[in-house]
């Protein structure tokens, strides 16, 4: 339900809502969304009408003579448990939604194939792609590899920045680390944001449910480029994802051989010259 | 008083101060006697006019802000200048006018409602001034070199001297101890004379809610500024002394500073708005010519709202590497927070239900802050749910909150504040139509700003970027916020025109011109040096209803109590004449 709500193509879908309608866990942040905005709603139409009513009702010249009330214990006593009430309304209802939000599903049988693996979070059968994200001043890399947080840059793992290229149906958990100062992961059609903070290791995770690419950038301050920082994930079909691997794997290898020849070169022409 | 006719009271503002100086003013130049001075008045009125002077600096630097945000790709500034206008702008605004303008009311006013001749430590509270002067002068003369740019929470690592090497993060360092050095003798001062220089018979349940508010005011100062003193004196050796306490390249945390800075940070938010809560809590009751709704209940929830203050300070960090299971108990305790919130919003709307109400510009300013706050209040349930707030949390919808919080919070009170108690500080009454003039233009122009930012943090614009792409979704709120930004400038302006004006030209006011509550209206306007010849004895919250009533009974005369009809007529002379 909540998920064709978001789906549903509106000019004011983001006025009063979220976005959404990538992920499962976006999804389910956007229902617990419409939740409370529906509480807030009755809340602020009765509480906004009392004042706007008692405003024009006991205007002087209408009513001249003042009640002397001092207070009334039940009353109070009434409206300080209702507020109670509502939040804890709103309280179970979080902690229902919550491990949706939390907890990533196993990937979808035309997702991509995968082998299991134990670090948090987990889907229920174990497996789930990695992609390590490394946030530096001003832009986004990701590592490709399930090993990508334990061997680093060692595996020649593939890599790329600023775009992120995703199978669909498939569980992603993003392991995200910064380099330098905090950086915030968000991609708001793909679930709430995350921050990289340099010395820990923080873990999110979507499951994107149609191929599409979506836009999002960091959210924390990060110096003065901090606007330029912006971040794509591109979701791609199993088959697309398997030649996007190889092809980069491919790609950094021809590189890199590049860079060496070059740099071999340029060391033999300083010694030549000296 | 026995000596004065029983016939005269019908004529004569009552009560009245018999006599006052008793001795001849030495001669003096008259900036050296401000320069100088020792009394409490003399000191809130300076605390008052360097705060809107701060204040009108921080909104040049909002409108820098907006215009720069009001089409996309904008290149009016550069990155370095917005980041630099982003630190200014929320550092003014917190450190040099919200905090401290709650001061300069609390200076001028808690002696004089509690019936003292001044604060406790009258030269305390001289150096808290200079202080505060001197902590603006400090961060305001980085614009002659490089001011901060990493914001007003100044996250580390962004904040250690790798990566904001300038002077500018020193000064800031400094400012935060030299204000936090000044709120904190204040606050001292603050809980000292409430303690101790009640007028005779004032009880702590008849104590005014405003006196409430500063009272709380002060304890949370007291517990929350040493943190952040800390906070930023381990900063300082980070970056100077060879420290690693936020360093992560040496174990050190960046967590660390959220966690010291948000224990500092959040009860910071109720350090702004509970003195503003208590200032409607005086001006409702007044204009609606009724007792408040539920004293106790309004004292309660303040000592409420102050301990749990302490306790919710991640929900400012529910994006950072914390436990599932903290973050729900931030939430809940935020929630909680929300419980006496609603008790006073509720109290206010009942203390104006079956009253007679006389729209003055000050009641005005606290029912469009009612109407304000309840936005403000209401995002931040949304805010305190911690899933919500992955997708919120750092976007425009928090900007929007805040601002309704803040904004309609304090500024919006500070602005009914001043109209309620302009009579009393300058014996003159304020132009009113012009008064709700402003407002109204405030009102519209503040909505307009930051109601579509709601909008904008929903569609995904996070904060604290300089420019963004058109085609994004973004372009056409923006430029609503940006115009409404130049709309609110207009009636803060209209406001401030009005205030030199009637300074000058204003009717005069005499002692009592709203009929009020409290003690500070028993004396003349504006009072003597020594504010009372006699106190009296007080024997409810509302002395000044007490004193009339008495008059009353002795005289006959209909003294201006309960209903409006005397004291309608009067204010509509005033405002039509």
Redesign the interface.
């Known amino acids: 339900m909540a998920g064709s709500l978001a789906l549903a193509p509106s000019a004011f879908a983001?006025?009063?809502?979220?976005?959404g309608g990538g992920s499962p866990n976006?999804d389910?942040?956007h229902t617990?969304?419409l939740v409370?905005?529906i509480v807030?709603a009755v809340?602020?139409v009765a509480?906004?009408s009392?004042?706007v009513y008692?405003?024009f009702t006991?205007?002087?010249?209408k009513?001249?003579?003042?009640?002397?009330?001092?207070?009334?214990t039940r009353?109070?006593i009434g409206?300080?448990s209702a507020?109670?009430l509502i939040?804890l309304i709103?309280?179970v209802v979080?902690?229902v939604?919550?491990p949706s939000?939390?907890n990533p599903p196993n990937s979808q049988k035309d997702g991509y194939a995968l082998s299991a693996s134990v670090t948090e979070p987990n889907p229920p059968n174990g497996q789930k792609l990695r992609v390590c994200v490394q946030g530096r001043q001003y832009i986004w890399r990701y590592t490709y590899g399930q090993n990508c947080l334990k061997t680093g840059y060692a595996a020649h793992d593939p890599y790329s920045y600023t775009t992120m290229v995703v199978p669909v149906h498939t569980t992603v958990v993003l392991a995200i680390q910064s380099l330098?100062?905090?950086h915030?992961w968000?991609i708001?059609s793909l679930?709430?944001?995350?921050?990289a903070?340099?010395?820990?290791?923080?873990y999110t995770w979507f499951q994107a449910t149609h191929v599409g690419k979506y836009?999002?950038?960091?959210?924390?301050?990060?110096?003065?480029?901090?606007?330029a920082m912006d971040a794509y994930v591109d979701v791609v079909t199993p088959a697309q994802y398997k030649a996007f691997l190889s092809g980069q794997t491919r790609v950094i290898r021809d590189q890199n051989r590049q860079v060496s020849q070059l740099r071999s070169i340029l060391t033999s022409e300083n010694q030549l010259g000296s | 008083m026995a000596t004065v006719a029983p016939e005269e009271y019908a004529v004569q503002p009552v009560p009245q101060v018999l006599a006052h100086e008793v001795h001849a003013p030495r001669e003096s130049k008259k900036w050296m006697d401000w320069v100088l001075t020792t009394d409490h008045k003399k000191i809130g009125i300076m605390y008052l006019v360097l705060t809107f002077v701060f204040f009108c600096m921080g909104g040049v630097e909002a409108l820098l802000m907006r215009s720069q945000l009001a089409v996309p790709n904008n290149t009016l500034l550069n990155?370095?200048h917005y980041?630099q206008l982003l630190t200014l702008h929320g550092t003014t605004m917190i450190f040099l006018f919200v905090v401290p303008v709650w001061a300069g009311f609390g200076n001028y006013m808690v002696p004089l409602m509690i019936g003292a001749r001044d604060m406790a430590f009258p030269r305390l509270n001289a150096l808290s001034f200079w202080l505060l002067a001197c902590g603006g002068i400090v961060f305001y003369a980085t614009l002659f070199w490089k001011p901060p740019?990493?914001?007003w929470w100044s996250?580390p690592?962004?904040s250690e001297a790798l990566?904001s090497p300038s002077g500018g993060q020193d000064a800031w360092i400094f400012l935060i101890h030299l204000t936090g050095i000044s709120s904190l003798l204040g606050a001292i001062n603050f809980y000292v004379t409430i303690v101790n220089m009640r007028a005779p018979g004032m009880s702590w349940n008849r104590l005014p809610l405003f006196i409430w508010g500063i009272l709380i005011y002060a304890i949370l100062l007291i517990i929350a500024l040493p943190v952040v003193a800390a906070a930023v004196t381990m900063l300082l050796t980070d970056r100077h002394f060879g420290t690693h306490f936020f360093d992560?390249?040496t174990?050190?945390?960046?967590?660390l500073w959220q966690h010291l800075f948000w224990f500092f940070g959040h009860p910071e938010v109720y350090i702004m708005i509970m003195p503003g809560f208590a200032v409607v809590s005086e001006v409702v009751p007044v204009f609606?010519?009724?007792?408040i709704?539920?004293?106790?209940?309004f004292a309660a929830a303040t000592a409420v709202i102050a301990f749990l203050a302490t306790l919710v300070w991640a929900h400012h960090m529910f994006?950072?590497?914390i436990p599932?299971v903290v973050l729900?108990f931030f939430?809940?305790s935020s929630?909680?927070i929300?419980?006496p919130t609603?008790?006073k919003?509720?109290?206010w709307?009942?203390t104006?239900?079956?009253?007679?109400?006389?729209?003055t510009t000050a009641m005005w300013y606290c029912?469009g802050f009612?109407?304000i706050f309840?936005?403000g209040g209401?995002?931040g349930?949304?805010l305190a749910?911690?899933?919500?707030?992955?997708?919120?949390?750092?976007?425009y919808f928090v900007v929007a909150h805040f601002h309704y919080v803040l904004m309609g919070g304090a500024v919006f009170t500070v602005f009914a504040g001043v109209y309620y108690w302009f009579p009393k500080m300058t014996g003159r009454l304020c132009n009113e139509r012009w008064g709700k003039i402003s407002f109204w233009i405030m009102f519209v122009g503040f909505n307009a700003t930051f109601f579509v930012q709601?909008?904008l943090g929903?569609?995904?614009m996070?904060?604290?970027?300089?420019?963004?792409p058109p085609g994004?979704?973004w372009s056409t709120y923006n430029l609503i916020s940006s115009i409404g930004s130049y709309i609110l400038a207009v009636g803060i302006i209209t406001s401030i025109l009005n205030w030199a004006i009637s300074y000058k030209r204003g009717k005069v006011a005499g002692p009592d011109p709203w009929k009020a509550n409290t003690l500070e209206w028993f004396t003349s306007s504006p009072p003597p040096t020594n504010n009372f010849d006699v106190i009296p004895r007080v024997r409810s919250v509302t002395p000044m209803l007490d004193i009339r009533r008495e008059v009353e009974r002795h005289t006959g005369v209909t003294q201006k109590r309960?209903?409006?009809?005397q004291?309608?007529h009067e204010h509509e002379q005033l405002t039509h004449s």
């Open positions: 983001n006025f009063i809502t979220p976005k976006a389910s942040i617990l969304y409370v905005l807030a809340v602020f509480v906004e009392a004042l008692a405003v006991f205007r002087a010249k009513h001249p003579v003042a009640r002397q009330i001092h207070g009334n009353l109070e409206w300080t507020a109670a939040l709103l309280a979080t902690f939604k919550l939000i939390v330098d100062v905090i915030s968000w708001p679930g709430g944001k995350v921050d903070v340099p010395g820990d290791t923080t836009r999002g950038q960091c959210a924390q301050l990060c110096g003065w480029n901090h606007d | 990155p370095e980041n740019d990493a914001g996250y690592p962004l990566f992560p390249t174990h050190g945390s960046p967590v609606s010519r009724k007792p709704f539920g004293y106790k209940a994006a950072s590497p599932i729900g939430m809940l929630f909680l929300g419980i609603g008790v919003i509720f109290g709307i009942a104006m239900w079956q009253g007679s109400l006389v729209m029912v009612i109407a309840l936005i209401i995002t349930i949304f749910v911690f899933p919500v707030d992955w997708q919120l949390n750092d976007t709601h909008a929903l569609s995904g996070p904060r604290r970027i300089y420019t963004y994004v979704g309960a209903g409006a009809e004291f309608l």
